[in-house]
């Protein structure tokens, strides 16, 4: 598709110091992939993460972002309601981030991005990664569910039989795009007759 950048969709994607930042860096190629303008901003956490879970340089990561943010730009783009974009998925998103956001108190550029998009009443996603939970992590859950957030934990579908890493990558983060309208093509939807057939 051969469209300008100011005809093209925009998502915001926040990538956070939480376990599981392939499912950020892959978030980032489907964007591409579904030429849709991605707007990126890591925490410095994230980048700590990178190092643990992935071969990829942030340069390599850097480049697969239409706009990069540095995380202490309070005055970039995506800080202002103005700036128009579908919405924003933090992933995954630390429990850290998600109470920073559930609060209102925020503190760097990706909790204030995604504060934005709670106020301009757009589509955020949490692909929240933690495990087990106490009573404080499902408060803020609660409350930034509350505020017209979606919690996403990036959970197995396992009816969908998935072979690999990274089809399970690839089905949570097709279905948190179901959720913007975009369709990857790497969902395997449930049919009760011949159980998980894939596309729709």
């Given at each position: 598709m051969n469209t300008s950048s100011a005809a093209r969709p925009r998502i915001v994607v926040?990538?956070?110091?939480?376990?599981?930042?392939?499912?950020g860096i892959r978030m980032l190629q489907l964007l591409r992939e579904l030429d849709v303008e991605s707007h990126l901003v890591m925490s410095k956490s994230a980048q700590v993460t990178l190092q643990y879970e992935s071969d990829l340089s942030m340069a390599e990561v850097k480049a697969m972002?239409?706009?990069v943010y540095a995380n202490t730009d309070i005055g970039a783009a995506i800080s202002s309601g103005s700036f128009k974009v579908a919405?924003?998925?933090?992933a995954p998103c630390s429990i850290k981030t998600m109470s920073e956001i559930a609060t209102g108190v925020t503190g760097s550029l990706l909790s204030r991005a995604a504060d934005v998009n709670l106020k301009?009443?757009?589509r955020l996603v949490l692909m929240v990664r933690e495990t087990p939970l106490h009573l404080g992590h499902i408060r803020?859950?609660?409350a930034v569910t509350e505020a017209g957030a979606i919690v996403y934990p990036p959970v197995p579908a396992f009816y969908a039989r998935p072979a690999s890493l990274e089809e399970m990558v690839d089905h949570s983060l097709g279905r948190v795009l179901d959720l913007f309208g975009f369709d990857t093509g790497t969902v395997r939807r449930w049919n009760p007759r011949d159980g998980a057939a894939p596309g729709s």
């Open positions: 926040g990538i956070s110091g939480a376990s599981g930042v392939i499912y972002a239409d706009v919405g924003m998925v933090v301009e009443r757009r803020s859950m609660a």
